[in-house]
């Protein structure tokens, strides 16, 4: 017997990131840095960008950290997808094109779990471009109220 | 041509969601003339909490399996429901607490501890509840900072020509209210206060115990920066209660309790805190209550707040008018118009618990006593007062009862 939310939550692709993430390591005298953390499952990322000579654009993202497939996965596929745009593009990047690209439906503890690379981003590039703090990433912002 | 009216609730039928209306208390009908201090449960909130004790319950936040997911969904849930109702900017500025002195303790121990001192000035009213009065009292004391009370009148209104005066006795900090007085129903001029608490560069601190069951509240309208109400109050459970505060003041302060689910990461070289609300909600949580709240929230919003404060009012009107009858009690608090669903009174020569016993044999529930406000007992001159309180439930029937008891208390005492 199987249940395809399940056979879903864990497809391949997002096997696939976890066991071999993309943007993984160390970016030494990085640009912009941050740590996050998430009590829930204890997962962690630490992510370090490099900007280009213009100063606006992401030449190098790298994560490390460990946690959970979904934390993990999530934030290697947040490396792809970030790595070349500008830093006002990633401040500005909304959950739901991470989702997307996750493809599976979260439930809002799980989706803390997966916004945790884009959230610790966002809180890198804050810190040394000033751009706006991450909000409305929390999975309990937008709950369907009976 | 359309008029505009307020929708109006009908009591008899309301009166049918709570199940205690069905019984007879010592032969009588029940009149409950006591939702100051705590309101009967209807249906819809018992039913929910037991719904979800059945179906949804695990621990919240922690687990990643069904049951907990349906658990922090209604938890969360009940969360959204505390932000709308407040008209909050964010969830994050709606944490759950125990009640509203654990509220007001939160607010005094987290932001007036590290931010009071001698020269500092922390204001209450004469008016105020202990769970408001007493924790500004001893932090006052603590931290060297001046304590004043804005004085009342004979009537119970808050005299604010006192205020310059108070504002002279140092650099004021914090003012901190009742919204609606438990004793007098006195409904303070919250917005003036708050106005003036700005203008000395104060925080506004609001306890809305009294006013969150009976009228919409708005804490971006109002202005203040930390409001509080608790849930058994407003046909919720007990146990669970809700601190409002503005973002930045919450994310500035310190943790009041440390433990689990307040963290973020623990180490031993030392601990970070967890983002807004949970950074104040350590511990489980009441679950359940917090749901029974939601429900609670929903079951008043049913019914509307307009039409809740109206039919209160009118009420109010009643039994003034009815106990202006009978020469031989005293009314204390402001006029009808100032006035919320509460009314304090003595009856002469008879000591207000003797009147509460009497009563009690015709059924009538009332309190008798200080109500937690020994400083407005003392500036009215009176040790205890009788008082009855109203909500959506009450009906005149219940008001004629309290008024055949008291003959009944005149001729015992006779």
Not at chain 2, 284 to 292: F, K, L, S
Not at chain 2, 312 to 322: G, K, N, Q, S, W
Request: aromatic share 8%; glycine share 8%.
């Amino acid at each position: 017997m199987s249940d395809p939310a399940f056979e879903d939550l864990y497809r391949e692709v997002i096997l696939d990131h976890y066991k071999n993430p993309r943007g993984h390591g160390v970016i030494e005298d990085a640009d912009a840095e941050a740590e996050g953390q998430n009590p829930l499952c204890g997962d962690e990322v630490s992510i370090y960008v490099a900007f280009g000579d213009d100063g606006e654009t992401i030449d190098d993202v790298r994560f490390s950290g460990r946690g959970c497939a979904i934390s993990q996965a999530a934030t290697s596929m947040l490396m792809e997808m970030t790595k070349g745009r500008t830093v006002q593009q990633v401040a500005e990047m909304d959950k739901d094109e991470l989702l997307a690209e996750i493809g599976v439906p979260l439930t809002p503890v799980r989706l803390k779990c997966a916004m945790l690379g884009l959230t610790t981003l966002k809180v890198a590039l804050h810190r040394s471009k000033g751009t706006p703090l991450p909000e409305g990433l929390d999975g309990f912002d937008d709950l369907e109220l009976g | 041509m359309a008029v505009e009216t307020v929708k109006r609730l009908d009591a008899r039928a309301l009166r049918g969601d709570f199940p205690i209306f069905e019984e007879k208390i010592k032969g009588n009908p029940l009149a409950y003339l006591d939702s100051a201090a705590s309101s009967q449960k209807p249906r819809q909130v018992l039913d929910r909490m037991r719904e979800a004790y059945e179906h949804e319950y695990a621990n919240v936040h922690r687990g990643v399996y069904e049951l907990a997911d349906r658990a922090t969904e209604a938890y969360e849930g009940a969360r959204l429901k505390v932000q709308r109702l407040l008209n909050a900017r964010s969830r994050r500025e709606v944490v759950f607490t125990r009640n509203v002195t654990y509220a007001m303790n939160l607010i005094a121990y987290a932001w007036g501890l590290p931010n009071l001192g001698p020269g500092d000035v922390a204001v209450v009213t004469e008016l105020d509840h202990h769970a408001v009065f007493v924790p500004w009292q001893y932090i006052a004391g603590r931290t060297g900072a001046e304590f004043r009370a804005i004085p009342v009148d004979a009537d119970g209104e808050l005299q604010l020509d006192a205020l310059d005066e108070i504002a002279s006795a140092g650099r004021v900090r914090v003012v901190a209210t009742n919204y609606i007085s438990n004793t007098l129903g006195t409904v303070n001029p919250i917005e003036r206060l708050t106005a003036w608490a700005h203008e000395q560069g104060a925080i506004m601190v609001v306890d809305a115990a009294q006013a969150a069951p009976h009228r919409a509240l708005d804490v971006q309208a109002l202005g203040c920066d930390f409001l509080g109400f608790t849930s058994h109050k407003m046909c919720g459970p007990g146990g669970a209660g809700v601190l409002w505060g503005r973002e930045e003041l919450l994310a500035a302060m310190e943790p009041f309790e440390t433990g689990g689910e307040m963290i973020r990461s623990v180490k031993l070289e030392g601990t970070t805190w967890n983002d807004l609300p949970y950074k104040f909600e350590a511990g489980t949580p009441a679950i359940v209550e917090a749901v029974g709240l939601g429900a609670a929230v929903d079951y008043l919003e049913g019914i509307g707040f307009d039409a809740i404060s109206e039919h209160e009012h009118e009420l109010t009107a009643y039994a003034l008018e009815r106990l202006a009858e009978l020469p031989w009690v005293r009314i204390f608090g402001p006029p009808l118009e100032r006035r919320a669903g509460i009314i304090s009174f003595e009856v002469e020569g008879v000591h207000p618990h003797d009147v509460a016993q009497i009563l009690d044999r015709h059924g009538v529930a009332i309190r008798a006593g200080h109500h937690c406000t020994q400083p407005l007992m003392r500036r009215l001159g009176v040790a205890a007062t009788n008082r009855a309180s109203f909500y959506l439930y009450s009906i005149p029937e219940e008001i004629d009862q309290l008024v055949e008891g008291l003959h009944d208390v005149r001729k015992v005492f006779a």
